[in-house]
């Protein structure tokens, strides 16, 4: 009786001090009580919960190894524990997980050797209660407007748990709270496991608990490095069989990110820059709307006045690379100067020493450092018989801020480097023979490539269309190339000068950082204050417009079908740079031995330097054919006029068709080199080229070209070169030749063939977004295609008919056998 007066006391005391009834005060107040009943339960889990948390003290005692930093990290007998404090939770960081050591044999690209990147992964540390949860957060999709669709957004965009801890006991007053990370990282993380393609090839099936273990945990004032020894269970090892298992060495670095993102910078699709893709919900009111972040280094002025008045400044922080301290040292100087050639590139940009190359240090200069350690950039050297160099990049998936990078540096590169030096410039370059290169001419070369690797490190893409910009013969003049080098960009695959010729005194054979790559440094990293991402773009675009209509600012991306973006390429007429090229290798050729010389070795690198020459023949030939049926594109907005996409002149695509019956149909003779042909080879080599005929002729008479002719014939009428040019001055080539070699039957049989081929494509190729690259799509059954095929074999075998009648023996027996294969095509088709 006496509890129930007082809540009556308390209702009228309710009612009289807000205004409400005595009866509506009462449904409050029972709300309330309702409300404090159902707390009670919840108090006394938690309570209970603290009477078992232990103190601090209990756990981390005076034995701990202790290691202090953005988390402290502890091991008290076999268990690792980490302190995360407050101030750190729901924090953005950065994982990182690289391999530190490989069992030997690996052959999985990219998963092979110590320092090569596994996957990375975004971070956050949440409290809920007693226990501390791990979540995975994505910012794929983004609300720049921060219209009002931010809770629709929210709702659809749960963040997963990775994993959750218990609290084992609180710091500091409570405002830090001790997890046992242990058996977190001893198994394999969810979306941080060993790539599926090394699982897959070596039948990974799991970890071992009893071989595996971790082996240091290290923290640091903005990360924390874990290292990890693990053990998988694997009956098909790459070399010693009998263990039944794999062990690696693994390293994950856990990044704080900066609470504020850096400012983000918009792609724009005229300069080749990685990106992180974004779906943004309030850039268009009436539509989602795809954008996206181009990579880029955080760099900001030192003097912000002094900037903006156009002098050149240092930055707050410069971007610096390692060198691991695996790498030989006399490379060292020039995968130094690589790094340091960007420079030139940055001051467009408007900062000085922006970038700079070092050794890393030594263990008595910093024991802290380590190469697996995320805060440092290094170019790792890999003891590798693969001949490769590559430049990953490590970002903010919110901004695109690039925050560190391990370029992957392969020591056999340089036996590549050393093929390539010699089949495109030996004819004219007397440094690039010998059994073996000068160390500075090596390092010459080494640095060519470290700069290119560093280059995609700061965003570049390949820029294969930069290598269209300089007319054939200017590649030709001393002048010129002292001054521009082999292109525009260092970024395209424009590697050495083929086209300079014996007499020509051309010295600078190289590629250089040019103007394509300060252009696309000044857009990538110029400070434009505290401006809006949105107005940053608005900029960017006016005077990129004005830019691109100078061909040596044109990007051309890779994978496109416009022949001016092409790989390994020089000059702007493919056909006149090949024929020059041809010519070299011509020379090269019968000088193989001459000029690679070496006593005490046997004919292994002869032949292999013979295959190569033959290589960057088809690499010439290959830059040629691009053009038959060819498309360019040139990126505009709706306020520029003119057309994107533009097919090859028809002048041009014939000379193209008479280069392929010059340099390929007609015998390449050169290329059979009697007297070395008889030192190397056991058999092969005319069958090779019989086989390098058929293939151009088949890349030639392709039904994606033909797709794009019969477009271009009805877009362009007599200015287009069309299809049934296109079989004509093929077919006069391959059957009025002057004498019927075992090359010329070879050719007219798999012209037959060809033709068969595509009388057989009966099913329609879907448009697909690889369209644009040329896979143009087409209907067999209702194309004119079909019926211009079938005309063709018509016409053939009038002439071969009247070949078969006019020759005797086994030519007539030749021409007798195509008559047959062409009866079998057609009983086939009926």
Same mark, same amino acid.
């Not at 020039?334 to 030139?344: F, H, K, Q, R």
């Not at 990049?393 to 590169?413: A, C, L, M, T």
């Not at 005077?543 to 044109?554: H, L, M, S, T, W």
């Given at each position: 009786?006496?509890?129930?007066?007082?809540?009556?006391?308390?209702?009228?005391?309710?009612?009289?001090?807000?205004?409400?009834?005595?009866?509506?005060?009462?449904?409050?107040?029972?709300?309330?009580?309702?409300?404090?009943?159902?707390?009670?339960?919840?108090?006394?889990?938690?309570?209970?919960?603290?009477?078992?948390?232990?103190?601090?003290?209990?756990?981390?005692?005076?034995?701990?190894?202790?290691?202090?930093?953005?988390?402290?990290?502890?091991?008290?007998?076999?268990?690792?524990?980490?302190?995360?404090?407050?101030?750190?939770?729901?924090?953005?960081?950065?994982?990182?997980?690289?391999?530190?050591?490989?069992?030997?044999?690996?052959?999985?690209?990219?998963?092979?050797?110590?320092?090569?990147?596994?996957?990375?992964?975004?971070?956050?540390?949440?409290?809920?209660?007693?226990?501390?949860?791990?979540?995975?957060?994505?910012?794929?999709?983004?609300?720049?407007?921060?219209?009002?669709?931010?809770?629709?957004?929210?709702?659809?965009?749960?963040?997963?748990?990775?994993?959750?801890?218990?609290?084992?006991?609180?710091?500091?007053?409570?405002?830090?709270?001790?997890?046992?990370?242990?058996?977190?990282?001893?198994?394999?993380?969810?979306?941080?496991?060993?790539?599926?393609?090394?699982?897959?090839?070596?039948?990974?099936?799991?970890?071992?608990?009893?071989?595996?273990?971790?082996?240091?945990?290290?923290?640091?004032?903005?990360?924390?490095?874990?290292?990890?020894?693990?053990?998988?269970?694997?009956?098909?090892?790459?070399?010693?069989?009998?263990?039944?298992?794999?062990?690696?060495?693994?390293?994950?670095?856990?990044?704080?990110?900066?609470?504020?993102?850096?400012?983000?910078?918009?792609?724009?699709?005229?300069?080749?820059?990685?990106?992180?893709?974004?779906?943004?919900?309030?850039?268009?009111?009436?539509?989602?709307?795809?954008?996206?972040?181009?990579?880029?280094?955080?760099?900001?002025?030192?003097?912000?006045?002094?900037?903006?008045?156009?002098?050149?400044?240092?930055?707050?922080?410069?971007?610096?690379?390692?060198?691991?301290?695996?790498?030989?040292?006399?490379?060292?100087?020039?995968?130094?100067?690589?790094?340091?050639?960007?420079?030139?590139?940055?001051?467009?940009?408007?900062?000085?020493?922006?970038?700079?190359?070092?050794?890393?240090?030594?263990?008595?200069?910093?024991?802290?450092?380590?190469?697996?350690?995320?805060?440092?950039?290094?170019?790792?050297?890999?003891?590798?018989?693969?001949?490769?160099?590559?430049?990953?990049?490590?970002?903010?998936?919110?901004?695109?801020?690039?925050?560190?990078?391990?370029?992957?540096?392969?020591?056999?590169?340089?036996?590549?480097?050393?093929?390539?030096?010699?089949?495109?410039?030996?004819?004219?370059?007397?440094?690039?023979?010998?059994?073996?290169?000068?160390?500075?001419?090596?390092?010459?070369?080494?640095?060519?490539?470290?700069?290119?690797?560093?280059?995609?490190?700061?965003?570049?893409?390949?820029?294969?269309?930069?290598?269209?910009?300089?007319?054939?013969?200017?590649?030709?003049?001393?002048?010129?190339?002292?001054?521009?080098?082999?292109?525009?960009?260092?970024?395209?695959?424009?590697?050495?000068?083929?086209?300079?010729?014996?007499?020509?005194?051309?010295?600078?054979?190289?590629?250089?950082?040019? &103007?394509?790559? /300060?252009? +696309?440094? %000044? #857009?990538?990293? =110029?400070?434009?204050?505290? @401006?809006?991402?949105?107005?940053?773009?608005?900029?960017?675009?006016?005077?990129?417009?004005?830019?691109?209509?100078?061909?040596?600012?044109?990007?051309?991306?890779?994978?496109?079908?416009?022949?001016?973006?092409?790989?390994?390429?020089?000059?702007?007429?493919?056909?006149?740079?090949?024929?020059?090229?041809?010519?070299?290798?011509?020379?090269?050729?019968?000088?193989?031995?001459?000029?690679?010389?070496?006593?005490?070795?046997?004919?292994?690198?002869?032949?292999?330097?013979?295959?190569?020459?033959?290589?960057?023949?088809?690499?010439?030939?290959?830059?040629?054919?691009?053009?038959?049926?060819?498309?360019?594109?040139?990126?505009?907005?709706?306020?520029?006029?003119?057309?994107?996409?533009?097919?090859?002149?028809? &002048?041009?695509? /014939?000379? +193209?068709? %008479? #280069?392929?019956? =010059?340099?390929?149909?007609? @015998?390449?003779?050169?290329?059979?080199?009697?007297?070395?042909?008889?030192?190397?080879?056991?058999?092969?080599?005319?069958?090779?080229?019989?086989?390098?005929?058929?293939?151009?002729?088949?890349?030639?008479?392709?039904?994606?070209?033909?797709?794009?002719?019969?477009?271009?014939?009805?877009?362009?009428?007599?200015?287009?070169?069309?299809?049934?040019?296109?079989?004509?001055?093929?077919?006069?080539?391959?059957?009025?030749?002057?004498?019927?070699?075992?090359?010329?039957?070879?050719?007219?049989?798999?012209?037959?063939?060809?033709?068969?081929?595509?009388?057989?494509?009966?099913?329609?190729?879907?448009?697909?977004?690889?369209?644009?690259?040329?896979?143009?799509?087409?209907?067999?059954?209702?194309?004119?295609?079909?019926?211009?095929?079938?005309?063709?074999?018509?016409?053939?075998?009038?002439?071969?008919?009247?070949?078969?009648?006019?020759?005797?023996?086994?030519?007539?027996?030749?021409?007798?056998?195509?008559?047959?294969?062409?009866?079998?095509?057609?009983?086939?088709?009926?």
């Amino acid at each position: 009786m006496r509890q129930n007066n007082k809540i009556k006391l308390t209702i009228a005391a309710l009612a009289l001090s807000t205004g409400l009834s005595v009866a509506q005060t009462g449904k409050w107040a029972g709300m309330v009580k309702t409300s404090e009943k159902a707390e009670e339960p919840k108090k006394e889990i938690e309570k209970s919960k603290k009477e078992k948390m232990k103190r601090f003290e209990d756990i981390i005692d005076a034995s701990a190894i202790k290691s202090l930093g953005m988390f402290n990290s502890y091991k008290v007998s076999d268990r690792y524990y980490m302190e995360i404090p407050d101030s750190l939770l729901n924090r953005d960081m950065l994982v990182v997980t690289r391999f530190v050591q490989t069992p030997v044999g690996l052959k999985e690209y990219r998963s092979q050797y110590g320092g090569e990147m596994i996957n990375e992964q975004l971070w956050q540390w949440q409290r809920r209660q007693n226990t501390i949860f791990l979540r995975v957060p994505s910012y794929m999709h983004i609300n720049t407007s921060n219209s009002d669709i931010q809770q629709a957004l929210q709702n659809s965009n749960a963040t997963p748990i990775l994993a959750a801890f218990e609290i084992k006991a609180m710091n500091n007053g409570g405002q830090s709270y001790l997890i046992d990370v242990t058996d977190f990282y001893n198994s394999e993380i969810p979306g941080m496991q060993m790539p599926d393609n090394l699982k897959k090839t070596y039948k990974l099936s799991g970890i071992d608990a009893n071989r595996s273990y971790i082996d240091t945990i290290k923290a640091f004032p903005t990360n924390v490095e874990v290292k990890t020894v693990k053990t998988f269970k694997s009956p098909d090892l790459p070399s010693d069989k009998t263990v039944g298992a794999m062990t690696f060495t693994l390293n994950t670095s856990m990044l704080l990110l900066p609470k504020t993102p850096m400012k983000p910078r918009y792609e724009n699709a005229r300069v080749g820059y990685f990106a992180n893709r974004k779906v943004d919900f309030g850039a268009n009111d009436h539509q989602v709307k795809e954008n996206a972040f181009i990579q880029r280094w955080r760099l900001e002025p030192s003097d912000e006045a002094a900037y903006l008045r156009g002098e050149l400044v240092t930055p707050k922080k410069q971007i610096v690379y390692y060198i691991d301290p695996a790498t030989p040292k006399k490379w060292v100087p020039y995968l130094i100067a690589g790094v340091n050639d960007w420079n030139t590139a940055f001051e467009a940009a408007g900062f000085k020493d922006a970038i700079i190359g070092r050794e890393a240090p030594t263990y008595e200069e910093d024991p802290e450092f380590s190469t697996e350690d995320a805060r440092y950039s290094v170019i790792r050297y890999f003891a590798s018989e693969k001949e490769n160099a590559y430049g990953p990049r490590v970002s903010d998936p919110r901004s695109g801020e690039i925050i560190e990078s391990h370029i992957g540096w392969y020591h056999n590169v340089m036996s590549l480097l050393k093929k390539w030096f010699f089949v495109q410039t030996a004819a004219v370059h007397s440094d690039a023979r010998g059994a073996k290169l000068s160390d500075e001419q090596m390092g010459q070369l080494i640095r060519f490539v470290s700069s290119h690797e560093v280059g995609h490190t700061l965003g570049l893409l390949h820029n294969f269309g930069s290598s269209s910009a300089y007319p054939v013969d200017s590649l030709r003049s001393p002048s010129f190339t002292e001054k521009y080098g082999t292109a525009p960009s260092i970024m395209d695959y424009a590697r050495f000068n083929y086209i300079a010729q014996p007499g020509d005194g051309v010295k600078n054979i190289y590629p250089k950082i040019g &103007e394509y790559d /300060k252009f +696309a440094i %000044d #857009f990538g990293y =110029r400070y434009l204050g505290n @401006t809006a991402a949105e107005q940053d773009a608005l900029y960017w675009e006016k005077k990129i417009k004005e830019k691109v209509k100078d061909p040596i600012y044109y990007y051309g991306k890779q994978g496109s079908m416009d022949p001016r973006a092409q790989s390994e390429d020089l000059g702007d007429d493919a056909i006149k740079a090949s024929d020059y090229g041809i010519q070299n290798l011509k020379y090269i050729l019968p000088n193989i031995e001459k000029w690679t010389f070496n006593a005490d070795e046997d004919l292994t690198s002869t032949k292999d330097l013979y295959l190569d020459i033959s290589k960057q023949y088809k690499r010439y030939v290959n830059h040629v054919l691009a053009n038959v049926g060819g498309m360019m594109e040139d990126i505009k907005t709706m306020s520029e006029e003119g057309p994107v996409f533009t097919y090859v002149a028809k &002048e041009k695509q /014939k000379r +193209a068709v %008479d #280069f392929i019956n =010059r340099q390929v149909f007609e @015998t390449p003779y050169w290329l059979l080199d009697s007297t070395l042909l008889s030192r190397i080879d056991y058999g092969i080599m005319v069958n090779k080229v019989v086989d390098t005929q058929n293939q151009v002729l088949g890349s030639l008479l392709e039904t994606y070209s033909f797709a794009r002719m019969l477009d271009n014939e009805f877009k362009n009428g007599a200015s287009a070169y069309t299809m049934r040019e296109l079989l004509q001055d093929v077919r006069q080539q391959i059957f009025n030749a002057p004498s019927n070699t075992i090359f010329n039957r070879g050719l007219q049989r798999a012209y037959v063939d060809r033709l068969g081929i595509l009388l057989r494509l009966d099913k329609p190729v879907q448009e697909t977004p690889y369209a644009v690259t040329g896979l143009t799509p087409y209907n067999p059954n209702l194309s004119d295609m079909r019926v211009l095929i079938v005309d063709e074999l018509n016409k053939v075998e009038q002439i071969i008919a009247r070949s078969a009648g006019r020759k005797s023996g086994f030519e007539k027996t030749h021409y007798t056998e195509l008559l047959s294969r062409i009866k079998q095509i057609k009983k086939n088709e009926k």
